[in-house]
């Protein structure tokens, strides 16, 4: 396992507490206009606002007994993380630390299929957690943990950074409402999934001013920077 230490192109591997403490981003200073511009290496600089913003939509998903389903996929959220406040007084001040962590359950939205495929695969998910029929529950989580994985893409497909969600369990299902007065509504499914932790991949990019058109922009350097929750 590789730990990601917050600075680019460096890598700490065994024991994570070995990065270098307290490290600020720095952006090397250039002569580009407005935000400071970055060395790209052997062909000069690249402005910051030649760097594209990830778009919302630019996603797809993948996970466990759902995968057959994944292009019916309407949202999901990405990890939201809480730390709890521990306060320690200190003679005339106090001290703060970081306390047990709370993670936010990701919502995923579906739309519903007219083959009743994405119905069929939550129904599937749930009985596993639990038995409808008879109202028996599965002896253990390993019956019915799933593994979940959300990519960020590029406009090529290229993924940018994923984010993998590991043990998840289905908590909430909510089929909709089926609505007469509703000329244009999409019947859908929202899932309300909870997860033990999670950790992110990202690959190192080199921006290089000419690019064939082949190739992706992570120009075959590609390295796994984890932080895992």
Request: hydrophobic content about 35%; glycine content about 8%; overall charge negative.
């Amino acid at each position: 396992m590789a730990w990601y230490n917050g600075k680019d192109t460096t890598l700490v591997t065994g024991n994570p507490t070995a990065a270098d403490a307290f490290a600020d981003s720095v952006a090397d200073g250039g002569d580009g206009f407005g935000s400071p511009a970055f060395n790209t290496g052997g062909d000069g600089k690249h402005n910051a606002e030649d760097v594209e913003a990830k778009l919302l939509h630019r996603f797809r998903l993948k996970f466990g007994v759902f995968r057959a389903v994944g292009h019916h996929v309407k949202t999901v959220t990405k990890p939201n993380i809480t730390f709890a406040e521990v306060e320690v007084p200190k003679l005339n001040s106090k001290v703060y630390f970081a306390g047990r962590k709370t993670q936010d359950q990701a919502t995923v939205e579906l739309d519903d299929s007219l083959d009743g495929a994405v119905s069929r695969a939550t129904q599937t998910q749930l009985q596993k957690q639990a038995n409808f029929d008879n109202n028996f529950h599965a002896k253990s989580g390993a019956a019915y943990f799933f593994n979940m994985t959300a990519e960020e893409l590029a406009g090529d497909g290229t993924a940018l950074m994923a984010w993998y969600y590991h043990k998840c369990v289905v908590m909430t299902c909510d089929y909709g409402t089926l609505d007469y007065s509703d000329d244009a509504g999409l019947s859908s499914v929202s899932l309300g999934i909870r997860y033990s932790n999670f950790t992110t991949w990202m690959p190192d990019f080199t921006y290089g001013v000419a690019v064939d058109d082949s190739t992706d922009n992570s120009n075959a350097t590609t390295s796994n920077h984890f932080a895992q929750a």
